[in-house]
């Protein structure tokens, strides 16, 4: 899916604001067109004339936002007689080449999920594939029969040791939850590595986040930047984040807005924290009445705010 760009200032612009907001309408509607068929900025005239009107026409030509055929802009390319182009819509825009290129390296990255995951499910869970199990039936033991010997023995695929059913609180547990798609492996003091093995790793399809190709910018650290100032850890909230919606296990339809909307309110609630009220020191060594319910009430904050975070970072309060 491509998307048309406008600022975070476009409002504001002097063109929009002297346009008016019909014809900023017709222009919002105009690049939409142009950015979902990728005609990189140029527009079909009759699509122009069917969309808006030509006092909105006429408007956003005067004030530069759209060129019809013999512009005097050195920056944008002549349309067809009786075409129309976006002002400098390759400035802000990705071209046809760029968006076509993003789908196929998306359509990749899918179906190298979708491989990965069909392997998993084929593949035998302890790398044994006995004869009983092949043949789809077993013989059925005496001691089975009489009860004396567990259901299910160490020989049986699946059974050597622990299973993932096996849990602290034994068979009735809740199975364990999926392993993340990176290897971000624990050293102990001793040197020896106590993380996962990649193979251990790829017996986990991955998750939307990682199949959708997820990552950070530098546009979009420079936003954080730009908007909340350096005392925000933004590496930090990222991996907060995708440590999340990996454990959710959920698609949304566009990660760096919701990564942007995580960030904000990261922000919110570093910002509350900072602006809190610090107790009063009253002599005698109790505290007056106003400032016991001030207590309570940031200590139930601080319960909100913990608990707010461990709901986001996918676990249980």
Same mark, same amino acid.
């Given at each position: 899916?491509?998307?048309?760009?406008?600022?975070?200032?476009?409002?504001?612009?002097?063109?929009?604001?002297?346009?008016?907001?019909?014809?900023?309408?017709?222009?919002? &509607?105009? /690049?939409?067109?142009?950015?979902?068929?990728? +005609?990189?900025?140029?527009? =079909? @005239?009759?699509?122009? %004339?069917?969309?808006?009107?030509?006092?909105?026409?006429?408007?956003?030509?005067?004030?530069?936002?759209?060129?019809?055929?013999?512009?005097?802009?050195?920056?944008?390319?002549?349309?067809?007689?009786?075409?129309?182009?976006?002002?400098?819509?390759?400035?802000?825009?990705?071209?046809?080449?760029?968006?076509?290129?993003?789908?196929?390296?998306?359509?990749?990255?899918?179906?190298?999920?979708?491989?990965?995951?069909?392997?998993?499910?084929?593949?035998?869970?302890?790398?044994?594939?006995?004869?009983?199990?092949?043949?789809?039936?077993?013989?059925?033991?005496?001691?089975? &029969?009489? /009860?004396?010997?567990?259901?299910?023995?160490? +020989?049986?695929?699946?059974? =050597? @040791?622990?299973?993932? %059913?096996?849990?602290?609180?034994?068979?009735?547990?809740?199975?364990?939850?999926?392993?993340?798609?990176?290897?971000?492996?624990?050293?102990?003091?001793?040197?020896?590595?106590?993380?996962?093995?990649?193979?251990?790793?790829?017996?986990?399809?991955?998750?939307?986040?990682?199949?959708?190709?997820?990552?950070?910018?530098?546009?979009?650290?420079?936003?954080?930047?730009?908007?909340?100032?350096?005392?925000?850890?933004?590496?930090?909230?990222?991996?907060?984040?995708?440590?999340?919606?990996?454990?959710?296990?959920?698609?949304?339809?566009?990660?760096?807005?919701?990564?942007?909307?995580?960030?904000?309110?990261?922000?919110?609630?570093?910002?509350?924290?900072?602006?809190?009220?610090?107790?009063?020191?009253?002599?005698?060594?109790?505290?007056?009445?106003?400032?016991?319910?001030?207590?309570?009430?940031?200590?139930?904050?601080?319960?909100?705010?913990?608990?707010?975070?461990?709901?986001?970072?996918?676990?249980?309060?």
């Amino acid at each position: 899916m491509a998307w048309f760009a406008l600022d975070d200032g476009f409002d504001t612009h002097p063109k929009v604001r002297k346009a008016g907001n019909a014809a900023v309408g017709l222009f919002v &509607r105009l /690049g939409v067109h142009a950015t979902r068929h990728l +005609t990189e900025g140029h527009l =079909d @005239g009759d699509i122009v %004339r069917q969309y808006g009107t030509e006092p909105n026409v006429r408007k956003l030509i005067a004030v530069g936002m759209l060129h019809g055929t013999g512009h005097t802009c050195p920056r944008c390319p002549q349309p067809a007689d009786g075409d129309f182009f976006i002002h400098d819509y390759l400035d802000y825009n990705k071209s046809r080449a760029q968006i076509e290129a993003a789908r196929e390296a998306a359509r990749k990255r899918q179906q190298k999920g979708r491989d990965t995951s069909r392997s998993n499910r084929n593949r035998p869970r302890n790398g044994v594939d006995s004869a009983p199990n092949r043949n789809g039936f077993d013989t059925e033991s005496s001691s089975n &029969r009489d /009860g004396n010997d567990p259901l299910f023995d160490d +020989t049986f695929a699946g059974q =050597d @040791g622990l299973s993932r %059913r096996d849990t602290h609180e034994g068979a009735t547990g809740v199975p364990s939850p999926p392993l993340p798609s990176h290897n971000y492996d624990v050293v102990d003091l001793g040197g020896r590595s106590t993380g996962s093995s990649p193979a251990d790793l790829d017996a986990a399809a991955p998750s939307p986040i990682d199949i959708d190709g997820f990552e950070l910018t530098d546009a979009m650290r420079a936003w954080s930047l730009r908007t909340f100032g350096p005392g925000l850890d933004i590496d930090y909230e990222t991996a907060q984040f995708v440590d999340h919606f990996r454990a959710q296990n959920v698609r949304r339809p566009n990660w760096p807005t919701e990564w942007q909307k995580w960030i904000r309110r990261s922000a919110k609630y570093a910002s509350e924290r900072a602006t809190r009220p610090p107790l009063r020191a009253v002599s005698g060594g109790y505290p007056t009445r106003e400032d016991a319910a001030l207590a309570k009430r940031n200590a139930a904050r601080d319960y909100l705010d913990e608990l707010t975070e461990q709901l986001r970072a996918g676990g249980q309060p």
